[in-house]
């Protein structure tokens, strides 16, 4: 699976932006997507994830109830909408796809992944 991320950028805090995660290659919908971002100097963290239809998501508790990840197989694409966004959201943001399809506690580790996107740069200004 090749995943190429796209959609982040500068806005100021409290405003809003939405990533995506276009996939290609092998099938995208048996997959789960994570996100994990990366700040400089800082170990990279989970973000979100989504089973591989959609059921069921997860989310790290710094981002519940601002960002919704959400996905469109028909599209081979995952986003990540990202509102009230603050200075400590800056980060690169990576996607990544787990063949294990599903969504549980290990969602949350990076090295589950097998397959990761090359990341897009957020800034949220104060």
């Known amino acids: 699976v090749q995943l190429q991320a796209s959609g982040g950028g500068l806005v100021q805090a409290g405003g809003s932006l939405r990533l995506s995660c276009a996939a290609s290659g092998r099938t995208f919908s048996n997959y789960a997507m994570g996100w994990f971002r990366q700040a400089p100097g800082k170990e990279r963290e989970f973000v979100a994830a989504?089973?591989?239809?959609?059921?069921?998501?997860y989310y790290a508790d710094s981002v519940k109830g601002r960002f919704t990840i959400s996905r469109d197989n028909a599209k081979n694409t995952v986003y990540l909408q990202m509102n009230s966004l603050k200075p400590e959201d800056t980060a690169v943001y990576y996607c990544a796809a787990d063949q294990y399809g599903v969504v549980d506690g290990r969602s949350r580790l990076s090295y589950e992944y097998d397959y990761w996107g090359q990341g897009t740069q957020v800034t949220v200004s104060s």
């Open positions: 989504i089973s591989w239809n959609g059921g069921s998501t």
